[in-house]
């Protein structure tokens, strides 16, 4: 099974601030890597699909790049809204994975 | 516009079988490429891949988790239904039906059923 991790686990920015979040694949999984975000108590909702590209009707403020092995999820202009867990996830093979999610909360 | 949601009960007690069914609308279950998936998230834990079917009728399982799921789809309903056996504690967790349009990424979600495992 390829293995995902995310940092940090959690971090706390002011608004206004650029966020980064990073995500590693245990094997090389080329752009096949997604990211989520989850608000307490609600479902996961897309954001970014094959690395870097932007899921209809999601905020510009997100982005992804990266690919093989390491990724990056970035929230510029951090807004009290964006407070939730994103999660990354692959799909190179099956068993699809999750990263273990990183908390963003506001200073 | 793409719903999901799924049903089934929120207690169930060890051994049982669990049987939770996704209804959903705004696509069909036979256009080609895609599938419906199966994915739980432990309280406080990372979510977890289940199970998928495809348009095609194709299914893939977790691993770990094979001999204890099945998953089924029914187009004339619009539904998928996912049984899983032998329900254990650590079975408690939200589970999630999803739908991908081809089996890479999950753009729509359903609320979401936290089931819980205790006699």
């Known amino acids: 099974d390829i293995q995902m991790t995310q940092s940090p686990s959690s971090l706390s920015a002011s608004v206004g601030d650029r966020v980064t979040i990073t995500c590693q694949a245990s094997?090389?999984?080329?752009?096949?890597l997604n990211w989520y975000q989850q608000k307490p108590g609600k479902a996961p909702k897309l954001l970014i699909y094959d690395a870097s590209n932007l899921q209809t009707g999601v905020s510009s403020r997100f982005s992804g790049s990266g690919s093989g092995t390491d990724f990056t999820f970035t929230i510029s202009n951090l807004q009290p809204e964006d407070i939730a867990t994103y999660f990354c996830?692959?799909?190179?093979?099956?068993?699809?994975?999750f990263g273990p999610g990183t908390k963003v909360n506001i200073k | 516009q793409i719903t999901l949601k799924e049903s089934g009960p929120t207690l169930v007690k060890p051994t049982q079988t669990l049987t939770l069914t996704c209804d959903f609308s705004?696509?069909?279950?036979?256009?080609?490429?895609?599938?419906v998936a199966w994915i739980r998230q432990p309280p406080g834990k990372a979510l977890e891949w289940l199970a998928l079917i495809y348009w095609n009728g194709d299914k893939r399982y977790r691993s770990s988790l094979k001999t204890r799921l099945t998953i089924t789809k029914d187009t004339s309903k619009d539904q998928v239904v996912l049984t899983m056996t032998n329900m254990d504690p650590v079975d408690t967790a939200t589970y999630y039906c999803?739908?991908?349009?081809?089996?890479?990424?999950?753009?729509?979600w359903s609320q979401g059923t936290l089931v819980t495992v205790s006699s």
């Open positions: 094997q090389d999984i080329t752009n096949y």
């Open positions: 996830q692959h799909y190179k093979s099956l068993p699809i994975t």
């Open positions: 705004g696509f069909s279950l036979t256009t080609s490429g895609v599938a």
């Open positions: 999803a739908h991908s349009p081809a089996a890479i990424h999950f753009d729509e």
